[in-house]
C-alpha cells in the first residue's frame, strides 16, 4: 500500500497487510429493511417534525404562549425532555427498525487520543474563523439593505427571527446559582451533543453515507443540520459546523468524537456566556461598524490554519489506519 511504511522490508509479510487492509475495507453487506437514502430522509423530516412540532405543541399546551413567564427551570427540563424523546429516541428506534445491525449507523468506538487532540484544535481554530466570517457576511449584509429594498426586507425578516431566537437563548443561559449554571450545561452543551449527534451524523448521515459518497452524506446532513436551528445569519458557520462534525464522524468511525466537539463548542459558548454575558455569544448578528480589512485577514490566516489541519488530519489517519490493522494481527 502506499500509505503503509514496510520498515521491515519483508514482501510476504507486507502483502498480508494488504491482504487484510483489503478485506477490513470491503463494505460488508448491509441490511436494511427500508432504502438506507428514504431512511435518511424518514430520519430528517420525522425530527424536524417531532422535535419542531410535536415538541413545540407541547411546551405551548404546558406553558402557553408566554413563555416569559414560565417557570425558567421548566423550560429548561422540557428543552432537554424534547430533545431525549424527539432527537435520541427516535433515532434509536429507527436505527432498530431499519437495520440488523444497530452498529451499522450507531458507531460508537474508543477514539483515538491523538484524532481527538487534532479535532479539538480543529475546534479552536474553527470556531474564530466562522466570528470572522459573520463579521465580514453582516458587513455586506449591512450595506447591501442600505441600497436595496428588497434586501432590506429580507434583512427586517431576518432580524426578527435572530431576536426571537436570541431572546430564547438569552433566557435559557441566565444563571442565577450554581446548580442552574450545571443544569445550563447539561441542557445546553451535554444533551444536545448525545442527542443531535447520534439523529444526524449517526442515523442520518451514516444511512446516505451506505449509497453515497461520504462527502455528500455529510454535505446533506449538514444542511440540515444548520437549518434545524433557525439561525438565519448563522446558517453556513452552523452548516460549517456540520460539515465539521461530519468530517470527524467518517474519518474516526465512530459517534464520539464528533460529540466532544459538539459538547465542546456548545460547553466554551456557555462558559464565556457565563463570564462576559450576552455579548457576541448567543448573537450571530454583529455590530454594522467592522473593520472589514482586519476581517478578511483574519479569515484568509485562520483559513489557512484550518486547511493546513485538515491536511494533518487526513495524512494522519493515512498513516495509522494500516498500523492499527497490523497490530490487530494474531
Same mark, same amino acid.
Given at each position: 500500500m502506499?500509505?503503509?511504511?514496510?520498515?521491515?522490508?519483508d514482501?510476504s509479510?507486507?502483502?498480508d497487510?494488504?491482504?487484510?487492509t483489503?478485506e477490513?475495507?470491503?463494505?460488508k453487506e448491509?441490511?436494511?429493511?427500508?432504502?438506507?437514502?428514504?431512511?435518511?430522509?424518514?430520519g430528517l423530516?420525522?425530527?424536524?417534525f417531532l422535535?419542531q412540532?410535536?415538541g413545540?405543541?407541547?411546551?405551548l399546551?404546558?406553558?402557553?404562549?408566554?413563555?416569559?413567564n414560565?417557570?425558567?427551570?421548566a423550560?429548561r427540563?422540557?428543552t432537554m425532555g424534547?430533545?431525549i424523546?424527539?432527537m435520541l429516541?427516535?433515532?434509536?428506534?429507527?436505527?432498530k427498525?431499519?437495520?440488523?445491525?444497530v452498529?451499522?449507523v450507531?458507531?460508537?468506538k474508543?477514539?483515538?487520543?491523538?484524532?481527538?487532540?487534532?479535532f479539538?484544535?480543529g475546534m479552536?481554530?474553527?470556531t474564530?474563523?466562522?466570528?470572522?466570517?459573520l463579521?465580514?457576511?453582516?458587513?455586506?449584509?449591512e450595506q447591501?439593505a442600505?441600497?436595496?429594498?428588497?434586501?432590506?426586507d429580507?434583512?427586517?425578516f431576518?432580524?426578527s427571527?435572530n431576536?426571537?431566537?436570541?431572546?430564547?437563548?438569552?433566557?435559557?443561559?441566565?444563571a442565577n446559582?450554581?446548580?442552574?449554571?450545571?443544569l445550563i450545561?447539561?441542557?445546553?452543551?451535554?444533551v444536545p451533543?448525545?442527542s443531535?449527534?447520534?439523529?444526524?451524523?449517526?442515523f442520518?448521515?451514516?444511512s446516505?453515507q451506505?449509497k453515497?459518497?461520504?462527502?455528500? #452524506? #455529510?454535505?446533506?446532513?449538514?444542511?440540515?443540520?444548520?437549518l434545524f436551528?433557525?439561525s438565519?445569519?448563522g446558517m453556513?458557520?452552523?452548516?460549517?459546523?456540520?460539515?465539521?462534525?461530519?468530517f470527524?464522524?467518517?474519518?474516526?468511525d465512530?459517534?464520539?468524537?464528533?460529540?466532544?466537539?459538539h459538547?465542546f463548542?456548545?460547553f466554551?459558548?456557555?462558559?464565556?456566556?457565563?463570564m462576559v454575558?450576552n #455579548?457576541d455569544?448567543?448573537?450571530t448578528?454583529?455590530?454594522?461598524?467592522v473593520?472589514l480589512k482586519d476581517?478578511?485577514i483574519?479569515?484568509?490566516?485562520?483559513?489557512?490554519?484550518?486547511a493546513?489541519?485538515?491536511?494533518v488530519?487526513n495524512?494522519?489517519?493515512?498513516?495509522?489506519?494500516p498500523?492499527?490493522i497490523?497490530?490487530?494481527?494474531?
Amino acid at each position: 500500500m502506499e500509505d503503509f511504511e514496510n520498515k521491515s522490508g519483508d514482501e510476504s509479510e507486507q502483502k498480508d497487510i494488504e491482504q487484510i487492509t483489503e478485506e477490513t475495507n470491503t463494505d460488508k453487506e448491509v441490511f436494511a429493511r427500508l432504502n438506507p437514502i428514504g431512511a435518511g430522509f424518514l430520519g430528517l423530516f420525522g425530527g424536524f417534525f417531532l422535535y419542531q412540532f410535536v415538541g413545540g405543541g407541547l411546551s405551548l399546551l404546558i406553558f402557553g404562549m408566554d413563555l416569559d413567564n414560565a417557570p425558567v427551570n421548566a423550560v429548561r427540563l422540557m428543552t432537554m425532555g424534547g430533545q431525549i424523546l424527539f432527537m435520541l429516541l427516535p433515532a434509536l428506534l429507527l436505527s432498530k427498525l431499519v437495520y440488523e445491525d444497530v452498529g451499522v449507523v450507531i458507531k460508537i468506538k474508543k477514539p483515538d487520543l491523538i484524532a481527538l487532540g487534532l479535532f479539538l484544535v480543529g475546534m479552536i481554530i474553527l470556531t474564530p474563523l466562522l466570528q470572522s466570517y459573520l463579521a465580514i457576511q453582516n458587513y455586506f449584509i449591512e450595506q447591501w439593505a442600505a441600497n436595496y429594498k428588497l434586501i432590506n426586507d429580507i434583512k427586517v425578516f431576518f432580524d426578527s427571527m435572530n431576536a426571537l431566537v436570541e431572546k430564547a437563548y438569552s433566557g435559557l443561559l441566565k444563571a442565577n446559582n450554581v446548580f442552574e449554571g450545571l443544569l445550563i450545561i447539561i441542557v445546553v452543551a451535554v444533551v444536545p451533543a448525545l442527542s443531535e449527534e447520534t439523529l444526524f451524523r449517526g442515523f442520518i448521515q451514516n444511512s446516505f453515507q451506505i449509497k453515497m459518497r461520504p462527502f455528500y #452524506a #455529510a454535505l446533506i446532513t449538514a444542511i440540515f443540520f444548520g437549518l434545524f436551528h433557525f439561525s438565519p445569519y448563522g446558517m453556513l458557520p452552523l452548516i460549517s459546523l456540520g460539515m465539521f462534525f461530519g468530517f470527524a464522524a467518517y474519518k474516526s468511525d465512530s459517534l464520539i468524537i464528533p460529540m466532544i466537539l459538539h459538547f465542546f463548542n456548545n460547553f466554551v459558548a456557555v462558559i464565556i456566556y457565563f463570564m462576559v454575558g450576552n #455579548a457576541d455569544i448567543i448573537s450571530t448578528k454583529m455590530e454594522t461598524v467592522v473593520e472589514l480589512k482586519d476581517s478578511f485577514i483574519l479569515f484568509t490566516v485562520l483559513l489557512s490554519l484550518f486547511a493546513a489541519l485538515i491536511f494533518v488530519i487526513n495524512y494522519y489517519y493515512s498513516q495509522n489506519r494500516p498500523r492499527r490493522i497490523y497490530a490487530g494481527m494474531p
